[in-house]
């Protein structure tokens, strides 16, 4: 059962430019969660989707981000007119159900986004 | 709402030795608790959770943790530690019947001498 699929693994734009991370969630499991990672600041939560729905955005920004789950292919993490700011880690991570709240998210490896 | 803290940084033990890393919570009622480990360049591996039940949970790699409710703790531990066990470790909380989405902390680097 191949796990949680991130592409591409490194990417490096310049300011200005959109920035487009995909997540594959493991077979069988509905849900995915975007979180960002900045040295020294641990992990943060962004957005919480499932097939063609935005659960919970609290943690995306306003502006310039948004985040998909169509019905058919990956969850895409979109970032327009990046910003040096931007650059950091991106990690997605999905869980089967929501169950009671007990699932346990697993995690891609990660998209290193470079903002030159 | 949710928080956890890891106290330390970095924790530095010799190969062979127990080690501890520590994580408390807060929470508003019930809490599910978990950790998972960051290997350079990976993404973060689950190593355990807490549930209900027993209060000492067994996870991957010899690692365990035990849930403590009076001191709202859930420090991971290993009776001996390895070399290649150095890597960042997190926990997270998430609250029973409440949000969905867990709350990381900041991590805690562990060092492995030799």
């Known amino acids: 059962n191949a796990g949680v699929m991130q592409n591409p693994r490194h990417l490096v734009r310049r300011r200005g430019q959109e920035a487009r991370l995909r997540c594959s969630p493991m077979k069988g499991h509905s849900h995915v969660y975007w979180y960002r990672q900045l040295p020294e600041e641990g992990l943060k939560f962004m957005v919480y989707l499932q097939k063609e729905n935005i659960i919970d955005e609290s943690g995306m920004p306003k502006e310039r981000f948004s985040a998909e789950f169509p019905k058919e292919g990956p969850s895409i993490l979109r970032i327009q007119q990046v910003v040096r700011g931007d650059s950091a880690a991106y990690f997605c991570?999905?869980?089967?159900?929501?169950?009671?709240?007990?699932?346990?998210?697993?995690f891609g490896p990660g998209t290193r986004l470079t903002v030159l | 709402a949710q928080s956890v803290a890891q106290p330390e940084d970095q924790v530095n033990v010799a190969e062979g030795n127990p080690l501890t890393v520590k994580c408390t919570y807060s929470v508003s009622g019930n809490p599910y608790l978990f950790w998972y480990v960051q290997y350079p360049n990976r993404g973060l591996q689950f190593l355990l959770k807490y549930i209900t039940g027993d209060n000492l949970v067994k996870g991957s790699y010899g690692f365990e943790a035990e849930f403590n409710k009076s001191q709202t703790s859930f420090h991971l531990k290993k009776p001996s530690a390895l070399v290649s066990d150095s890597a960042l470790y997190f926990c997270a909380v998430r609250e029973a019947g409440g949000s969905y989405i867990p709350t990381f902390g900041r991590g805690t680097s562990l060092i492995v001498h030799p």
């Open positions: 991570a999905s869980s089967p159900t929501q169950g009671a709240g007990t699932d346990t998210q697993y």
